[in-house]
Each structure stands twice: as C-alpha cells, then as structure tokens.
C-alpha cells in the first residue's frame, strides 16, 4: 500500500460518507467497549480490539458502531472482556475474548441480535440468560 | 505477561493519558541493532518516592479500583527490559509530568517482538480523553529508512472522530500505509 498523506485520508472518508446510508437504530448508538487495562493487555485486548473493528467494518456497521477502549472493568479473571450497549438488547460484558470469539460477537450480538453464550460474565438478569 | 513491545507502549501510554495530560509524546526510534522508546506527558507527575512505589508491583493507587493490590505495568517493564540486557528509565517532576524511556537490544533472545506498529498506533491515538498525543516513528535500517510523525488532533479531524468503526477501520489503512517508504 503506498504511504497516504493526510489530504488522501480525508477525501477517502468524504468518499464513504457519501456511500455510506445511515440507519438509526432507536436514535441510538451501539457501543462496543474494550477493557484494555494492563490485565486485558497481557490477556490479548488489543487483538480482540483490532478484531472487533474489522469485523464491524466487513458487516458494514462502521457508519453505527461506536467503538471505545477503557480501562480495566474488574474482570481481571476473564480478560479479555468486551462490554456490549446496543438498543433494544440486554447491555452486556463478554469476557474470555479471543479474535475468533470476537467477530462472532459481531455476528451474533449486533447482526443477528443474540447473546453469545458461554461468555457473559455480568448482566443480563438471569431470565434472560438461557443455558 | 506481556508479550510484544507494542503490550508495553500501549500500557505506558494508557498510564501518560490517566494521569492527566494535556499532551502526551511517544517516540519510537529503530535501527538493525536495537528500538528505542520513549513517552513523555505533561500530567500530574510524581514525587521520588511516588515512583519508587510505582515500580513496586504490589502498589497502587487505588484509583481505577478500590481494592486492587498490584500495579503491573511498569514492573512488567522493568522485568523486560532486565531479561533483555535493554535499558529503563524514568523521570518525573510532580505537578510537571513523566517522562518514561526504554530500549531492547534486538539481537538478544529474550527481547520481544516489535508486534503490530500499526494496530498500537491505532490503539494508543484512540485512548479516551481531550488531551492531545503527538507520535514520532523512526526507523533507520540497511533495507531502508522510515520517518513520519502523527498528531492526534490532525487524524481526529480528517476522520470526524475516532470512535466509529469506519474511522478505526480507515485509520488502520492509514497508519499501514505510512509504514511504506514512498509516497504515491
């Protein structure tokens, strides 16, 4: 890939804004947050970021994703943990992320709107989690 | 425990922006025999003993977590670059701001990998908060010289933000891109 200036990173983005048909989901964002204190670090959080972004950018949900990192959440045991905000689902913190992992939690949680089982470590209530 | 260099930016840098600072500066330089960093903020700082006991693994501040016993970061560092016969050191003034460098010479065996440039570059810049990061990457090497710096406040408006998944993803391409050695 030839080194990009600056100029050719912002005609890029006014390129996709124009193909790009943004869909509002309640009037509100999904948001995807990604521990990434030093336990998730050591665990594989910036893999499972990286994964995460990629993966919401193959199922075209770039333009109503908002992707964050924060610190750790607690979790340490569990790291890496994924936290999951999205209208009209249970906000949810997956934990024991792994590249693979992660773009399934893409697939199932924002495209097919399901929990991904065996990776819920806090939240939802009980009733709605089914084993 | 960490495992690639770009573990270890990631977390000093994370360090750099929770301790407040309105501009934190990373420098990566490279050659064929060894890769040097160093992250500068102008945050709150710390008195001598306050670094002492932050390189100490069973301190913390107790603010991210009340209970918590351990601050791994920087020990994790300092194991690291000890294994690897690199070097370590840090200042700080209180009230100014840290300065923390670090080397790993590549030819030892226990020196870690580089990792992902691109990806920490990425995670680094999208760290939470209004402060601004400035990152300078170097590399000078027999296969060809490397220099480009970043501003976070310049990627930040060519993007309109660097929170949505289609700014993260293009911003990926854009920080590979500058790994090249030309321009088009």
Do not use: W
């Not at chain 1, 509100?28 to 336990?39: H, L, P, R, S």
């Amino acid at each position: 890939m030839a080194k990009m200036t600056l100029e050719q990173l912002r005609k890029l983005r006014e390129d996709k804004k124009q193909d790009l048909t943004r869909r509002e989901v309640e009037g509100k964002e999904i948001q995807i947050i990604v521990g990434m204190g030093t336990c998730g670090i050591a665990a594989g959080a910036k893999q499972t970021f990286d994964e995460i972004v990629k993966a919401v950018d193959e199922y075209g949900l770039g333009a109503d994703v908002i992707i964050r990192q924060t610190g750790c959440m607690g979790l340490c045991y569990v790291e890496p943990t994924v936290e999951v905000v999205m209208p009209g689902m249970p906000t949810v913190i997956y934990g024991k992320m792994t590249q693979e992992t992660a773009k399934e939690l893409v697939r199932k949680h924002l495209v097919e709107k399901s929990l991904l089982e065996n990776h819920i470590f806090d939240r939802p209530a009980a009733d709605i989690v089914k084993k | 425990m960490h495992y690639a260099l770009e573990d270890y930016v990631l977390d000093i840098a994370q360090n750099a922006v929770e301790a407040g600072a309105g501009l934190v500066r990373v420098e990566i330089a490279e050659t064929d025999k060894a890769i040097s960093v160093a992250v500068a903020d102008d945050g709150v700082g710390m008195t001598g003993e306050e670094v002492a006991r932050a390189l100490d693994p069973f301190y913390t501040d107790g603010k991210k977590h009340a209970k918590r016993k351990v601050g791994l970061g920087l020990p994790f560092l300092v194991q690291a670059t000890r294994q690897a016969e690199g070097s370590f050191g840090i200042e700080s003034r209180k009230g100014e701001g840290t300065r923390v460098s670090f080397s790993f010479p590549k030819g030892n065996v226990d020196a870690p990998p580089v990792g992902d440039l691109p990806g920490l570059f990425r995670s680094i810049l999208c760290l939470p908060g209004a402060h601004e990061m400035t990152i300078r990457r170097t590399r000078t090497s027999e296969t060809g010289d490397l220099s480009y710096e970043l501003s976070r406040k310049e990627l930040a408006e060519a993007l309109g933000g660097l929170e949505r998944g289609d700014s993260l993803a293009m911003l990926r391409d854009f920080l590979v891109s500058q790994e090249e050695d030309e321009t088009d």
